[in-house]
């Protein structure tokens, strides 16, 4: 056998502890997987960073976004603002001033319309209560209200009035009266708008002949509102 002649192949090997590397590549080795796990942790920190950054862009982008006046993003959901809520103006009205829509909160009576308590009311030095606009101070307003409607058969829209004044029944400020065919498809609109000297604890308030008449779609195409002038 080969190895009986020779007895030891490694012996006559001038290079014996080639496996085992020499200990300055050894200690370059070391270093350059410190250098990887560094450059491994620079990497992800910025990937980190971008990642926070991309979602603060599209946090901005929300807000940037999300006011609307549609009608199913405003009242689609209860949970955004509470109907409580007074809101604060950065620049207060300088006199009493409210103007409400429809909303999905709104339900309205036979004759008398309702007005969304979340569909972002502008309200102010005025108050809201039981479907009704209650003054708090006394002056001349200028007060107004539109619907959108179907126009079949008789259609009345009328702004009213209970005041302390007259005890016994309402005032009928402002009224419109549309006559068509039954048959007829057609939508219009009744827009009624006028000036009225009102007193503290006056409710102004909306009735037309038949609420189910009332076309609702959009928040803003029923409205009803009043300021002081
Ligand atoms: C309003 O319209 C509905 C549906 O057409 C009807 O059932 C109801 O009697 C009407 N109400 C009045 C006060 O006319």
Sequence with gaps: MASDKYPSVYVVDSHADWPHPPPKLRQRQCRMGVAQT?????????????????????HLYQLDTAPSASFSKHTGGEDDTSPTKKPSY??????PV?????????????????????????????????????????????????VFFTDNGV??????????KYAGGRITLLQSRKYSLKSSKIRSNSYLGGVFHLYKND?????????????????FENIFGAYMI
């Excluded at 950065?90 to 006199?95: L, N, T």
């Design 38 to 58: 560094l450059l491994f942790m620079l990497v992800s920190v910025a990937l980190c960073g971008m990642i926070i950054e991309a979602c603060l862009i599209y």
């Design 90 to 95: 950065e620049i207060p009205p300088s006199k």
């Design 98 to 146: 409210a103007h409400l829509t429809d909303g999905q909160d709104v339900i309205h009576e036979e004759k008398i319309m309702a007005w969304s308590m979340n569909a972002d009311p502008l309200l102010y030095e005025m108050d809201y209560k039981d479907r009704k606009l209650i003054i708090q101070k006394e002056g001349y307003y200028y007060v107004y209200s539109k």
């Design 155 to 164: 259609f009345h829209h009328s702004v009213n009035m209970h005041t302390e």
């Design 203 to 219: 409710a102004v308030y909306v009735e037309v002949s038949n609420t189910t008449k009332i076309d609702r779609h959009k928040s």
